[in-house]
């Protein structure tokens, strides 16, 4: 693909719903972060992949955040029990090389959870 | 823990002048460095990265520069454009396979 692709770019649901967000990484890049930017504020850091290496989930605000990557490509954040709190842009970049790669980024799903 | 800070937080300028934006990070020992922009609503657009190894990028009217032992990095606009006012970040990896932390911002308003 022309560059990193997430969807849905929105999306609204009630409090306590679970919610899967999507990202599809430039092909062939092989490392993969996602990110939460909340309004009016910084980017913190989710989790990132690197090829078949083991995540860096630190960044994980609660146990009902998860995140998987399938075939070292399109990667899936979920959120279980949703609260307004998790109200936020999720941004999901990729790069091409594990060591020293320029990363892109996707253009975010807005999550509202109401 | 790394920390990266950017200085001024918003910036107000006429169309047409020159503008240096400020990154600062507190463990020299990164692997590389890149600035972003953000338009409002949008996601982050790569504009430059520079290695470890390197000094300065360039790309049409922005140059940035890296001294890693005093933990800086400019972005420097020349000839600023109303199209320019945007979020500007900057964000450092410290190590090869690791995240990047990203600074807060500079929010550049280019008025005609």
């Known amino acids: 693909g022309a560059g990193v692709s997430q969807s849905p770019s929105n999306k609204v649901t009630e409090k306590g719903k679970d919610v899967e967000l999507r990202c599809d990484p430039i092909s062939g890049h092989t490392a993969l972060y996602w990110y939460r930017q909340s309004l009016g504020q910084g980017l913190e850091f989710l989790i990132y992949?690197?090829?078949?290496?083991?995540?860096?989930k630190s960044g994980l605000p609660s146990d009902r955040f998860s995140a998987e990557r399938t075939g070292g490509s399109v990667s899936t954040l979920t959120i279980q029990r949703t609260q307004q709190e998790d109200s936020a842009v999720y941004l999901c970049?990729?790069?091409?090389?594990?060591?020293?790669?320029?990363?892109?980024f996707g253009q975010g799903t807005r999550l509202t959870v109401v | 823990k790394q920390e990266v800070t950017q200085i001024p937080a918003a910036l107000s300028v006429p169309e047409g002048e020159n503008l240096v934006l400020n990154c600062s990070f507190t463990d020299s020992a990164i692997y590389n460095l890149q600035w972003f922009r953000q338009d409002p609503g949008k996601g982050l657009t790569s504009l430059l990265l520079i290695q470890s190894s390197q000094r300065e990028q360039t790309s049409g009217r922005l140059n940035a520069s890296l001294d890693k032992s005093s933990g800086r990095s400019t972005l420097y606009i020349a000839a600023s454009q109303p199209g320019d006012s945007a979020t500007y970040l900057c964000?450092?990896?410290?190590?090869?396979?690791?995240?990047?932390?990203f600074g807060e911002g500079t929010q550049l308003t280019v008025n005609p």
């Open positions: 992949f690197q090829g078949n290496s083991a995540p860096d």
């Open positions: 970049a990729s790069s091409d090389r594990v060591w020293d790669g320029e990363a892109f």
């Open positions: 964000a450092v990896k410290e190590t090869s396979g690791s995240r990047l932390t």
